[in-house]
């Protein structure tokens, strides 16, 4: 499947799944590709693994759960999810060293709460693993305490135009 960019989401410096300073972390990409979802792109190292070669089951959750969060931007773009509940579908094995996308949408908007499902594609475009879950909106300003520190929000430029599932690597426009 071929998804169009239609925008970027911002990134940070220290989270664990988007932050470009995070060694330990995914440092996942996360872009707009239709009114009511994002996809985000990754590739796990051996520093995220449970068995070998396959990406650790809390690792998996992680991904999904920022992912959902992430969706209700589309909406609300000074809302952030804190989560309440996520409840996860394990499918196939997860593998590292092979670039992933993740999906996201909002399914139900209430005034303080959200709900929403996602889902980790592997490069054949079949779904490993399924999530639904749901949040409290949050400014940022209050999940932090007022007290961002020295971190920071912004959208990181990159040239992608599309992400590509399930098609040959040759035809990828990054």
């Given at each position: 499947?071929?998804?169009?960019?239609?925008?970027r989401q911002y990134v940070s410096h220290h989270c664990f799944v988007c932050g470009t300073k995070n060694v330990a972390g995914l440092q996942a990409k996360f872009y707009h590709v239709s009114d009511a979802e994002i996809i985000g792109v990754f590739t796990g190292g051996e520093n995220h693994a449970s068995y070998p070669h396959r990406m650790h089951?809390?690792?998996?959750?992680?991904?999904?759960?920022?992912t959902i969060g992430r969706a209700i931007l589309l909406y609300e773009p000074e809302v952030f999810g804190v989560t309440v509940e996520l409840n996860l579908q394990y499918k196939k094995p997860v593998?590292?060293?092979?670039?992933?996308?993740?999906?996201?949408?909002?399914t139900e908007n209430r005034s303080r709460l959200f709900s929403g499902s996602g889902e980790i594609l592997l490069p054949s475009g079949e779904v490993a693993v399924t999530a639904i879950a749901k949040y409290m909106k949050m400014p940022l300003e209050k999940i932090a305490d007022g007290d961002m520190g020295?971190?920071?929000l912004y959208y990181e430029t990159d040239n992608r135009s599309q992400v590509i599932i399930g098609e040959d690597e040759e035809s990828h426009d990054r």
């Open positions: 499947m071929k998804y169009e960019v239609l925008g089951g809390g690792v998996i959750a992680a991904l999904l759960d920022e593998p590292l060293g092979v670039e992933l996308a993740v999906k996201g949408r909002v020295d971190e920071t």
